[in-house]
């Protein structure tokens, strides 16, 4: 593959001198957790906030959690300038869409179009999307594209590299048809796990909770992080 | 799908590869020899900015170097993009000088054709979107700073094409001094003299604690009333005085013996060759 190839031998080019730290010359990356549940009436998503460059915290404010739509989000994580890129992209597709239609569009349709970028472009991109919101079809839906440009929908997802982490605690703390509230506590709880044990994700936690009726944003700082030990 | 793209249709714009393999192969002969390859050169660089209460600052040092030794003393890495928004640049140098010229020259075409003043959003949105498109290759880290009718914006653009939208903002080899000093000083709406202080002080950390970065602060004030471009604002790092005489009195050093020995020299060839002092 003449493009691979042509890769390899320009990043082996590059050498990095002793002077200067990894960070400038490290492509930036979300390191990243992320998460999206499905209640009764909508979805609620939740990301860190910790954005590196190799070893160097080159935003540790980040929002992850980019709007697409009106009621559709998407959470991002893998190459921040790819999945940043993609994003605009999307917004702009699904924004003409919604124009053609003359209608609010469908998660499904985000979904698929997150889809086909990152499906078509897999050999050159790095980006792990998880899109989530409401529509008046299905109501609240999450579908997860990770890397490699597979659609599938999933009562919660996780992602990122702190997802790892999660699992365990997703697979025994979810259950189905849990509140707005319970899901705001599980997605927080088990952010501030992944965050605890990954050190690429960390910062904040921001979460929304994205209804017929609206989308609620909140931001839980460091100091105010659900705690689980205190060792 | 480009991986069922002819591969043998020539390129027809962008970077050509062609030499990389070849490139490779003399890198690792002149490696063998003790030798490198030039490199293009860096910005190493310190460059920062913050939004304060009128407007944004920005602030960058001066020196340019070429591997390990200064290429230029005196560089200015804050480049006009607008009349409201400037531009600092990190990186190869060649990269951000022309990424910049580019921006601005599209921006003022743009803004001709919308009939409004250019917004920072705009510059932002351009110039990631290029960067983007060129998948890193262009080396410019950039930190784009103005006021425009929608207030005071700060961005930061990576090499990849990747930005972030906060209030302080450092980038360059001497950007963890800088952030440090932002970090720990840095308050929102602060006032103008506390504001440039803050970021004299972050450059001057880079200056002392980076060896890429060094000589001169130069900073560049954004406010809705217009533009405040300081050259030199701070010389941190002028050289010393010398404290002492170095040179040595004839006769310091005792001649124990002299031997003189004249070189016989014979005229081989003579000729005469007129100046032209027109």
Known sequence: MAAATATRFCQQLSSVSDMSPDWTTKEVSTGTTIMAVEYEGGVVIGADSRTTTGAYIANRVTDKLTPIHDRIFCCRSGSAADTQAIADIVTYQLGFHSIELDEAPLVQTAANLFKASCYRYREELMAGIIVAGWDKRRGGQVYTVPVGGMLVRQPVSVGGSGSTYIYGFMDSNYKPNMTKEQCLHLVSGALSLAMERDGSSGGVIRLAAISESGVERQVILGNQLPKWSTA | MLNTSRPCQPQSGGFSFENSRRNAVLEGN??????????????????????????????????ATDDMVVADKNCMKIHYIAP????????????????????????????????RPPLVVTVTRQLKQMLFRYQGHIGSSLIVGG???????LYSVYPHGSYDKLPFLTMGSGAGPAISIFEDRF???????????????????????????????????????????????DQPAQKGKKEGQYKYKPGTTAVLTKTVTPLPLDIVDESVQLMDTQ
């Open chain 2, 187 to 233: 308050r929102p709406n602060m006032e103008l003299e506390d504001a440039k202080q803050l970021v004299r002080d972050a450059i001057v950390a880079g200056i002392f604690c980076d060896l890429g970065s060094g000589s001169n602060v130069d900073l560049c004030i954004i406010t809705q009333a217009g533009v405040q471009y300081l050259r030199a604002y």
């Open chain 2, 84 to 115: 409201n928004i400037y531009c600092c640049g990190a990186g190869v140098a060649a990269d951000a000088e022309v990424t910049t010229q580019m921006m601005s020259s599209n921006v003022e075409l743009h803004s001709l054709s919308t009939g």
């Open chain 2, 147 to 153: 006021v425009d009718v929608t207030g005071a914006h």
């Open chain 2, 30 to 63: 002149l490696s063998e020899l003790g030798y490198s390859s030039p490199k293009a050169r860096k910005t190493g660089t310190t460059i920062a900015g913050i939004v304060f209460k009128d407007g944004v600052i920005l602030g960058a040092d001066t020196r």
